[in-house]
């Protein structure tokens, strides 16, 4: 199995433009997660899926994040618009069902905002 | 609330010598799991081992192994032989048993002096 797959693995853009960070996650598996890791915050939740469907995105900072999870290969994290504060590695992991809780993450996207 | 302490920012051992990192953690629940999740330069995020908090006995993994207190809430790593291939950033993490979330610590770096 080729594990998460992230892409791109790094993104640089300016202020203001859009970011779509993509994910595939393990076949199989039921949940998605996308993490946000910085140096102030540590690893953040922003948002868990459950069979494609969004169960809590309490951690989407605000309304420049969204996601979405089209079918259950494939998931997106868009910012828009992007701001400097938003530079920061995200990560994408899964987890199978009934999987005791283990998460396998992707090798994340670095995300610099200038 | 839920939260993961470690209290050692860096860490450092000498190769082929024994280096324990500290994990204390805060939950009124009873069921839950804890984690060791190692993060090298290569940003993965790589499952290091698993302690299901209602199993007495404490989980090993090879070289790796834990000390899990429940009593104290403490979950410290002990990695013995270290090897060059140790040195990383190691988070311990905390779910609880169905639940979404994941929390982790903010982290110690570990060196391995040849």
């Known amino acids: 199995d080729a594990g998460v797959i992230q892409s791109p693995r790094h993104e640089v853009t300016e202020m203001g433009q859009e970011v779509t960070l993509r994910c595939k996650p393990i076949s199989g598996h039921n949940s998605l997660f996308w993490y946000r890791q910085t140096m102030m915050r540590g690893l953040e939740l922003l948002i868990y899926?459950?069979?494609?469907?969004?169960?809590?995105d309490s951690g989407m900072p605000e309304d420049r994040f969204s996601a979405k999870m089209p079918n259950a290969s494939f998931s997106t994290l868009k910012i828009q618009p992007s701001e400097p504060r938003d530079s920061a590695v995200y990560f994408c992991?899964?987890?199978?069902?009934?999987?005791?809780?283990?998460?396998?993450f992707g090798s994340g996207t670095q995300l610099s905002v200038l | 609330a839920q939260t993961v302490t470690q209290s050692q920012p860096e860490m450092s051992v000498q190769e082929a010598e024994t280096v324990t990192l500290s994990c204390t953690y805060d939950t009124s629940e009873s069921d839950y799991y804890l984690f060791w999740y190692k993060q090298p330069p290569s940003r993965q995020m790589i499952l290091v081992i698993r302690?299901?908090?209602?199993?007495?006995q404490n989980a090993t993994e090879n070289r790796f192994s834990v000390n899990f207190q429940k009593a104290a809430k403490s979950f410290s790593l002990k990695i013995s032989d270290s090897q060059l291939g140790d040195a990383a950033m190691y988070f311990c993490?905390?779910?609880?048993?169905?639940?979404?979330?994941?929390?982790f610590g903010t982290g110690t770096r570990l060196t391995v002096i040849p």
């Open positions: 992991a899964s987890r199978p069902r009934g999987g005791s809780e283990k998460l396998f």
């Open positions: 993490a905390y779910t609880i048993t169905g639940a979404n979330n994941l929390f």
């Open positions: 899926f459950n069979n494609n469907v969004p169960i809590d």
């Open positions: 302690q299901e908090a209602y199993k007495q």
